[in-house]
T-cell receptor
Framework: GQNIDQPTEMTATEGAIVQINCTYQ??????LFWYQQHAGEAPTFLSY????GLEEKGRFSSFLSRSKGYSYLLLKELQMKDSASYLC????????????FGTGTQLKVEL | EAQVTQNPRYLITVTGKKLTVTCSQN?????MSWYRQDPGLGLRQIYY???????DKGDVPEGYKVSRKEKRNFPLILESPSPNQTSLYFC?????????????FGPGTRLTVT
């Protein structure tokens, strides 16, 4: 089984940088995904990490350390539209494409 | 446009009345999955399918059935809905795992069972 932890809520200021952490415990790690979900809408894919290090994609970056069971999502130049829930999900070996999701971090961007 | 569609988007029903939520994808994906999302519990997998006629239980399968007769469709069936199945349901699809095969989610079905 898996255990995935993320902070429940975070607040940040427009234009700033915010880091959302995710820690996980798994018996056979096979990838970590970050999704963004606006209230009442479908989750949309943001990033994927399977090897240690940083993946950058525009204003969004994601980091993974497999030895520490740790990932973070970094959002730069925050915009009001970035207010959403950010979901960390881990895929295990042998489970097909099964994802186990954390409960999500609700980010509020303020002026 | 590549997409996953679900119907209905909203449904209010009564305990015990059988219902089906349809899911269809136009991306020729092998893998399809159903999740339910509840406050404080996150997304939890109900059932998944690796291909036509291949389905398996996820983490919370009790009270649900699925079928995969065609590659594009993966309906979720509630034979006798109960109030604890009131939730937001998402269907998702992806290519089979290999690399970074992210799952694409449908728009969601909000189900209320009274």
């Amino acid at each position: 089984g898996q255990n995935i932890d993320q902070p429940t809520e975070m607040t940040a200021t427009e234009g700033a940088i915010v880091q959302i952490n995710c820690t996980y415990q798994t018996s056979g790690f096979n990838g970590l995904f970050w999704y963004q979900q606006h209230a009442g809408e479908a989750p949309t894919f943001l990033s994927y990490n399977v090897l240690d290090g940083l993946e950058e994609k525009g204003r969004f970056s994601s980091f993974l350390s497999r030895s520490k069971g740790y990932s973070y999502l970094l959002l730069k130049e925050l915009q009001m539209k970035d207010s959403a829930s950010y979901l960390c999900a881990v895929r295990e070996r042998g489970g097909g494409n099964k994802l186990t999701f954390g409960t999500g971090t609700q980010l509020k961007v303020e002026l | 446009e590549a997409q996953v569609t679900q119907n209905p988007r909203y449904l209010i029903t009564v305990t015990g009345k059988k219902l089906t939520v349809t899911c269809s994808q136009n991306m020729n994906h092998e893998y399809m999955s159903w999740y339910r999302q509840d406050p404080g519990l996150g997304l939890r997998q109900i059932y998944y399918s690796m291909n036509v006629e291949v389905t398996d239980k996820g983490d919370v399968p009790e009270g649900y059935k699925v079928s995969r007769k065609e590659k594009r469709n993966f309906p979720l069936i509630l034979e006798s809905p109960s109030p604890n199945q009131t939730s937001l349901y998402f269907c998702a699809s992806s290519q089979l795992p290999g690399q970074r095969y992210e799952q694409y989610f449908g728009p969601g079905t909000r189900l209320t069972v009274t």
